[in-house]
């Protein structure tokens, strides 16, 4: 079969995406950063299930360890053919004002540069041109790049903007080298991330002005991702999933 690599995949969407691409067949290549023993709570699951996956650590931020994570997934046996770029990182809830240079480049080199990097390295070895089997790239953004995230986090909103943008540009780059790229906005889902952002029950407080008014699960994110990596999405290409209750 072929490998999927998801980043970021030790919890959240991650997770969550990572167990429905076993399910579909793939050996799914589980990154994280820190919290290993979550990642490998991850590929036990996935193996209780019948399925095949494995642990991969690297900070998608380090230019080394990206590279360091390829050359394990070369050594495999089977041909990338799916990359999720998922694993992103936000701070504490403040206005611009507040911001610091250091917090700003953080969030842009994990949320942007680290997405480059892994693009990067899985177009070297999907695309048709450097004799890959072609394949799906799917980037998680948010709809905080259409939002903004006023009073929040408006340095991640706009590391999410390049995402989009990334996304444009490199689906139209490697459309006619056999490799589709698409994106997801998801908006208010039940993950650990809000926590990071200085409030762990924020998807409760702010669903009701949601049009749905209730917020997502992770599993309803992982099914588009799912899809768009598929063949029933084989004439999809620089596009984006909403995944946001309506908003
Ligand atoms: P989460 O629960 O906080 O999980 C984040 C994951 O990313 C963890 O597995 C973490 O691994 C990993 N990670 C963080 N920094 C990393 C790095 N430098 N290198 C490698 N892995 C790293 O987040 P989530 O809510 O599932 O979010 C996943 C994606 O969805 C993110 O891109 C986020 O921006 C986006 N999103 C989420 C929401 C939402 O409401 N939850 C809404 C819109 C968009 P370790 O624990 O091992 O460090």
Redesign the pocket.
């Known amino acids: 079969m072929a490998i999927a690599l998801v980043?970021?995949?030790?919890?959240?969407?991650?997770?969550a995406t990572a167990k429905q691409l076993a399910q579909e067949g793939y050996t799914v290549a589980v990154?994280?950063?820190?919290?290993?023993s979550?990642?490998a709570a991850v590929v036990e699951a996935i193996s209780a299930q019948g399925g095949k996956a494995f642990a991969v650590q690297?900070?998608?931020?380090?230019e080394r360890q990206v590279m360091a994570m390829f050359a394990t997934l070369d050594q495999q046996g089977e041909p990338l053919t799916a990359l999720v770029n998922?694993?992103?990182?936000?701070f504490e809830q403040c206005t611009i004002e507040n911001l610091t240079a250091e917090r700003i480049n953080q969030v842009l080199t994990?949320?942007v540069t680290?997405y480059f990097l892994c693009c990067r390295e899985a177009v070297k070895r999907m695309s048709h041109k450097h004799g890959g089997a072609g394949g799906a790239i799917v980037n998680?953004?948010?709809?905080?790049s259409r939002l903004g995230a006023p009073g929040e986090y408006v340095d991640?909103a706009a590391s999410?903007g390049a995402v989009d943008s990334l996304t444009i540009g490199l689906s139209m780059e490697v459309a006619a080298q056999g490799i589709r790229v698409n994106g997801v906005?998801?908006?208010?889902?039940?993950?650990?991330?809000?926590a990071?952002g200085g409030e762990p029950g924020r998807?409760d407080r702010v669903k009701s002005a949601l049009p749905m008014q209730r917020?997502?699960q992770?599993e309803e994110?992982a099914q588009a991702i799912v899809w768009l990596l598929s063949e029933k999405a084989s004439y999809v290409t620089g596009g984006f999933l909403d995944l946001a209750g309506g908003k």
Do not use: F
């Open positions: 980043t970021g995949a030790s919890r959240g969407i991650g997770r990154n994280y950063q820190r919290n290993g979550a990642a690297a900070d998608i931020s380090d998922n694993a992103g990182i936000l994990t949320n680290g998680v953004s948010s709809a905080a991640y999410k906005r998801p908006g208010l889902i039940y993950t650990e991330i809000h990071s998807v917020g997502g992770p994110v």
